[in-house]
């Protein structure tokens, strides 16, 4: 069985361009999560998907950041314009109600 | 709101030797989860190993294993016999057990290097 699979796992802009990352869940998993970890910072929770549903956005640092989950499937993350304190790595997570399972993240770097 | 502190960013341990990471946090509720996960370079982060608060008895996977103090709000992860392949990032975590909500409160995390 596939695991939660990221993409880009790099990803290197300038402050002000756009970039659009992704996340597959493991199949049947209702549960997906986004968080981010700056470097030598904690890994911070951005937002809860239950299904196509947004059941927490809390943890969005402002507007810049859209969260989609179209069908319940795929996840993205757009950040627009992106600004350098957005660098980081942006983790996925998925759960059917129990353990969470992560992706291997995907690396942020705004020059 | 809850907190995780894990207050050493480095560690090392020789091969085979035991080594223990800590973590402490701060929380108001009485019942919760506290976890391990492990993230070893440019691969997925994996639990390692799970508490729930309501259980006196420690938590024991293998050769890890954890030393959970509720009262003083203290959840160390021991490795035992450790190996190279033990070389990782932890990340100490906790959550509410709201059936359905697996958010998760990290801390910082401890680099861990095993010595050959």
């Known amino acids: 069985e596939a695991g939660v699979t990221q993409f880009p796992s790099h990803s290197v802009i300038e402050k002000g361009q756009t970039v659009t990352l992704r996340c597959d869940p493991i199949s049947g998993h209702d549960n997906l999560y986004w968080y981010r970890r700056v470097m030598g910072k904690e890994i911070k929770f951005l937002l809860h998907f239950v299904k196509e549903s947004k059941q927490d956005e809390s943890g969005m640092p402002n507007n810049r950041f859209l969260a989609e989950r179209t069908g319940g499937t795929y996840s993205t993350l757009k950040v627009q314009p992106a600004e350098l304190e957005d660098s980081g790595v942006y983790f996925c997570?998925?759960?059917?109600?129990?353990?969470?399972?992560f992706g291997e993240g995907s690396r942020l770097t705004v020059l | 709101a809850q907190t995780v502190t894990q207050s050493q960013p480095e560690m090392s341990v020789q091969e085979a030797e035991t080594v223990t990471l800590s973590c402490t946090y701060d929380t108001s509720e009485s019942d919760y989860y506290l976890f391990w996960y492990k993230q070893p370079p440019s691969r997925q982060m994996i639990l390692v190993i799970r508490q729930e608060a309501y259980k006196q008895q420690n938590a024991t996977e293998n050769r890890f294993s954890v030393n959970f103090q509720k009262a003083a709000k203290s959840f160390s992860l021991k490795i035992s016999d450790s190996q190279l392949g033990d070389a990782a990032m932890y990340f100490c975590?906790?959550?509410?057990?709201?059936?359905?909500?697996?958010?998760?409160?990290f801390g910082t995390g401890t680099r861990l290097t095993i010595i050959p």
């Open positions: 975590a906790y959550r509410t057990p709201n059936f359905g909500n697996e958010k998760l409160t």
């Open positions: 997570a998925s759960s059917h109600g129990g353990e969470l399972f």
